[in-house]
């Protein structure tokens, strides 16, 4: 229509938004999506010690599945690990033996471990001299690494323990480096409600060392 004061002819459009502006917002949308998939879906992990040579070493970046057990209903401050309510998942199921799981760390739950599901809920589970039995039979443990022979301290629950039954809502945790591992023969079982997500893949790798990246680590599937 026309301005009848200035003659000027007005187009009726929308004011363009500014490039900073749209700068800003693009970020923000970003950051909301990344934040979404880190809550729910994706979250990227690295390895800081040896517990699960050989499968995973030190300096591997692995990619962890959030919705493998369930969804977990979002309790923390992000970045900041303040806990503002107790643990709550919808959907949820239990972790299977042999997978390989993040978790809160049951004796302080700012810090996530990486560990194998060795026992589940039901299992009789017990270590004698370094083998594992379930339900009194031998477990074929494909991916144990010895680096020491068996003690025979009785004060060394690493090389003989149990039995022990693994209760319901829980699994018992084996490192795959079983003489350098911090796991359920130290503390106890896992709440699975502790878990944050199975491990599914290593994106990356830095040997530190040498100083090098590990190229042939690259997509290596978790199993």
């Given at each position: ?6 003659g000027?002819i007005?187009?009726?459009?929308a ?26 879906a ?8 040896g ?13 962890v ?11 923390e401050i ?22 390989i799981?993040?978790?809160k760390f ?13 026992g589940?809920p ?10 594992i039995?379930?339900?009194g ?37 084996m ?7 911090q ?6 079982f ?5 878990v ?12 530190q060392l ?11 599937i978790?199993e």
């Open positions: 229509m026309t301005n009848k004061t200035t000027n007005e187009s009726g459009a004011p363009k938004k500014s490039v900073a502006r749209e700068y800003v917002e693009a970020i923000l949308i970003a950051l909301l999506l990344a934040l979404f998939i880190r809550t729910f994706v979250q990227a992990f690295k390895i800081p010690s517990s699960m040579e050989t499968t995973l070493l030190i300096g591997d970046h692995i990619l599945s959030k919705f493998a057990y369930g969804t977990h209903i979002p309790n992000p970045f900041l690990n303040i806990k503002l309510f107790d643990d709550i998942i919808l959907f949820s199921s239990e972790p299977e033996r042999g997978d799981i993040v978790f049951p004796k302080d739950e700012t810090r996530d471990f990486i560990k194998r599901v060795i589940v039901g299992d009789l589970l017990e270590v004698r001299r370094q083998k039995f379930i339900n039979k031998p477990y074929e443990d494909l991916h144990a690494r010895h680096t020491k022979s068996p003690s025979d301290s009785p004060l060394v629950p690493r090389d003989d323990f149990g039995p022990v039954l693994v209760p319901d809502g829980h699994v018992f945790m490192g795959d480096n079983r003489e350098n591992s796991d359920s023969r130290y503390w106890g896992l709440d699975i409600k502790k944050r997500g199975k491990a599914l893949i290593i994106y990356w790798s830095w040997n040498e100083s090098w990246v590990r190229f042939d680590r690259f997509g290596k978790l």
